[in-house]
């Protein structure tokens, strides 16, 4: 008896290509996406990390460690023309996201160094010396960490040269003989600034957000299921509506419950964890995002429920497309945390696109208008995924008028 | 001569190789209550899609009441046409009210007009005093009369009812048929299908049986009989004793103490048989004459039990 009921139940497993996927497919997937992501960080395999080189002092020494950093395969090296203005236009990229950190040499470094060496105190490293500058994005923490670390590993390895070549008694003094930090001095500055940001705070509440909105329209679609299985839809059709109708009336409400849903997320976000929300440009790239978001979410739900037979086939479709759409898109952890073939992949959902604009909007405190690439991808995206529904529902059984 | 509400000439509609309807053509007059039989993938559900606009024609014409129509969903068929699916097509979280409410500003009704149509829907299902509850916690048979009034809260002039009482109790189908029969007092016209045989045969004034995407039969029920069976009746006959030896005409069985044959003209051959069955020292227990019924007719012509 027992085996006969387990032989049925193996039976209806097998026939549901949805649980199938579910129960074997998803997990491997998503467990190689993790493996992907924070097996990169391995340090065999850490990902270069984005860098503007500001080397705004003409000394040998400078010279020397800005060589030795172009030559570390852990930062990938933006280089500037010049040394006028290098500082500023290195905070300015790393203001608008396009590098993680830029290294500053600032005027006078590389004789501070060099100085501090002959006098064995630690060039760079006493209260008079002259430090690095490394220009932060706090939203990725990793980088300034790495960064530092790389940038002291440098400045040994230029010690260790000098001594080879000039037999002199080292430009730089032993590891344990400097301070805990390393042997230069190496000042963290926060370009995007504020205490009372919370970086993470805005990463999630876009990333949580944009992934429940996914599950959210989703589910709502299956509305449109409903209405096909209980003979609503022939009824509708029989009236004025056609499924163009239906599916535009069904994305306005879809939309509309979206923006409503990313509302309440940002809103407890800033009640609870203290997001900066209340002022008149994030709001108004608050009100754009959500706007943008709530619209390609919806398309989304639809494109879904109009291709599928039964609500048990949305909800697994829905599930393992969701679930994989948000881990590589970004939902599920920052996008510096991948490997750049993954984060690559990840550009091409737009979840990315939505995470990214809402984080543009709250930690880069992007205008509007500076919001236009997000905004686009992700119309692009509603227009494409409403023409799918649009054609999925033309095959709607027996209703071809 | 008034013109008729439905007319359909030589109507094909297939769905890749299966031809659903095979060139059927049909009329009827504004007021009729017209039955629709017809074995299960006959072309019923078709027939009444392609009426209701919701399929187009791939070939052949259609004309509601003097206008011919294409085979797209129009604002004017949605005025004219009423259609009432199989399924209870309801949304079962929103209150009876709000059901009728979403169907008819869809079919266009407004303000105080929709309000008239809504109290009247309620009490013309008696649901007055459900108007505010959901759909989802009504009987079976309230969800049925609620199913209708949403396809005909707009007062179409044409209403399609496919298997409008399906699935409800005797006391409930007796409601429906009363709803039913107070829509065509309103002058409305009903094409109405359904299996259930013996209602159709006593609402109806008219039955269209199709088969393989064609009408093969219509007319009164009386008009399909003679026409499908002739004019003839059966007669059932028990005897007290083995008829095996009593003289009958062609066409009878004699089966241990009972006849059983076919009767062209009751009057003339039933006193004769009588008379044989009496002189063969038998008395008769017990007589029966049967008309041929509809399931009969329907079997006759499309080789098919209905449900088939």
């Known amino acids: 008896m027992i085996a006969t009921l387990v032989h049925v139940?193996?039976?209806?497993?097998?026939?549901?290509?949805?649980?199938?996927?579910?129960?074997?497919?998803?997990?491997?997937?998503?467990?190689?996406?993790?493996?992907?992501?924070?097996?990169?960080m391995d340090h065999e395999r850490l990902r270069p990390i984005a860098t503007v080189l500001a080397v705004e002092d003409d000394h040998p020494v400078s010279t020397q460690l800005a060589d030795l950093l172009r030559e570390d395969p852990g930062l990938a090296i933006q280089e500037l023309e010049g040394a006028d203005g290098a500082r500023e236009e290195a905070r300015l990229r790393v203001a608008a996201g396009r590098a993680?950190?830029?290294?500053?040499?600032?005027?006078?470094?590389?004789?501070?160094?060099?100085?501090?060496?002959?006098?064995?105190?630690?060039?760079?490293?006493?209260?008079?010396?002259?430090?690095?500058?490394?220009?932060?994005?706090?939203?990725?923490?990793?980088?300034?960490?790495?960064?530092s670390g790389l940038v002291q590993a440098a400045a040994l390895r230029l010690g260790a040269d000098t001594v080879a070549a000039e037999g002199i008694d080292g430009v730089l003094a032993p590891q344990d003989e400097r301070s805990a930090a390393g042997p230069l001095a190496v000042e963290v500055v926060d370009v995007l600034g504020g205490d009372n940001k919370k970086p993470s705070v805005a990463f999630f509440a876009a990333g949580i957000g944009v992934m429940f909105l996914l599950f959210a329209a989703a589910g709502r679609s299956a509305i449109l299921i409903e209405e096909r299985e209980h003979g609503v839809l022939e009824r509708l059709m029989a009236a004025r509506v056609s499924p163009t109708h239906l599916l535009l009336s069904r994305w306005l409400f879809l939309g509309l419950l979206g923006v409503t849903q990313l509302t309440v997320m940002f809103v407890w976000a800033w009640l609870a964890f203290g997001l900066e929300l209340w002022t008149p440009r994030r709001l108004a790239g608050f009100a754009v995002m959500a706007v943008a978001s709530a619209a390609v979410a919806a398309a989304f739900g639809l494109a879904l429920a109009s291709a599928c037979r039964s609500r048990a086939q949305l909800h697994g479709v829905a599930s393992v497309?969701?679930?994989?759409?948000?881990?590589?898109?970004?939902?599920?952890?920052?996008?510096?945390?991948?490997?750049?073939?993954?984060?690559?992949?990840?550009?091409?959902?737009?979840?990315?696109?939505?995470?990214?604009?809402?984080?543009?909007?709250?930690?880069y405190e992007a205008g509007v208008h500076q919001l236009w690439p997000q905004v686009a991808v992700l119309l692009g995206f509603s227009v494409a995924f409403l023409a799918a529904a649009r054609w999925f529902a033309s095959g709607w059984r027996g209703l071809q008028a | 001569m008034p013109e008729p509400a439905l007319r359909i000439s030589a109507a094909h509609k297939s769905y890749g190789n299966v031809e659903a309807l095979a060139g059927l053509s049909m009329s009827l007059d504004e007021g009729e209550w017209v039955g629709l039989l017809g074995p299960n993938g006959a072309g019923k559900s078709t027939l009444m899609r392609v009426i209701a606009g919701l399929l187009r024609l791939d070939k052949g014409s259609l004309e509601l009441f003097g206008h011919t129509v294409d085979g797209a969903g129009s604002d004017r068929r949605a005025?004219?046409?009423?259609?009432?699916?199989?399924?209870?097509?309801?949304?079962?979280?929103?209150?009876?009210?709000?059901?009728?409410?979403?169907?008819?500003?869809?079919?266009?009704?407004?303000?105080?007009?929709?309000?008239?149509?809504?109290?009247?829907?309620?009490?013309?299902?008696g649901l007055a005093g459900r108007s505010g509850d959901r759909v989802g916690t009504l009987s079976g048979g309230m969800q049925r009369r609620?199913?209708?009034?949403?396809?005909?809260?707009?007062?179409?002039?044409?209403?399609?009812?496919?298997?409008?009482?399906?699935?409800?109790?005797?006391?409930?189908?007796?409601?429906?048929?009363?709803?039913?029969?107070?829509?065509?007092?309103?002058?409305?016209?009903?094409i109405h299908s359904s299996h259930e045989l013996d209602q159709i045969e006593a609402l109806c004034d008219r039955m269209l049986i199709?088969?393989?995407?064609?009408?093969?039969?219509?007319?009164?029920?009386?008009?399909?009989?003679?026409?499908?069976?002739?004019?003839?009746?059966?007669?059932?006959?028990?005897?007290?004793g083995p008829t095996a030896e009593v003289p009958m005409s062609n066409g009878f069985q004699a089966s241990g103490s009972t006849v059983r044959g076919p009767l062209h003209d009751v009057a003339a051959e039933l006193p004769a048989l009588l008379d044989e069955v009496n002189r063969s020292g038998l008395s008769v227990r017990r007589l029966h004459v049967e008309r041929p019924s509809l399931e009969a007719v329907f079997t006759r012509l499309t080789g098919r039990e209905l449900r088939e």
Request: charged letters at 20%; aromatic letters at 8%; a negative charge.
């Open chain 1, 9 to 40: 139940s193996w039976l209806n497993l097998r026939h549901d290509r949805v649980a199938l996927v579910l129960t074997f497919v998803l997990p491997l997937v998503f467990f190689s996406i993790f493996s992907l992501v924070f097996g990169a």
């Open chain 1, 100 to 147: 993680a950190i830029a290294i500053v040499l600032p005027p006078g470094f590389g004789e501070s160094l060099a100085e501090g060496a002959e006098t064995n105190d630690g060039a760079g490293g006493g209260a008079s010396g002259v430090a690095i500058e490394l220009l932060s994005d706090r939203s990725n923490p990793v980088a300034a960490g790495v960064a």
């Open chain 1, 321 to 363: 497309s969701i679930l994989i759409l948000s881990a590589l898109g970004g939902s599920m952890f920052p996008s510096f945390l991948m490997p750049e073939h993954l984060e690559a992949i990840g550009r091409l959902t737009f979840n990315a696109w939505a995470v990214d604009g809402f984080q543009q909007v709250f930690w």
């Open chain 2, 79 to 125: 005025d004219i046409v009423g259609f009432v699916p199989q399924e209870i097509a309801l949304y079962p979280l929103l209150t009876c009210e709000q059901n009728l409410r979403a169907f008819g500003r869809l079919h266009g009704l407004r303000r105080d007009e929709l309000d008239q149509r809504v109290a009247w829907a309620l009490e013309w299902t």
């Open chain 2, 146 to 190: 609620l199913n209708i009034a949403c396809g005909v809260l707009h007062h179409p002039r044409l209403v399609l009812l496919d298997e409008p009482s399906v699935g409800v109790d005797p006391q409930g189908r007796q409601r429906i048929w009363e709803m039913l029969a107070e829509l065509r007092q309103r002058g409305a016209t009903l």
């Open chain 2, 210 to 240: 199709v088969d393989h995407g064609r009408i093969i039969a219509a007319g009164t029920v009386d008009e399909l009989i003679t026409g499908a069976l002739g004019e003839r009746s059966v007669l059932h006959l028990e005897c007290d």
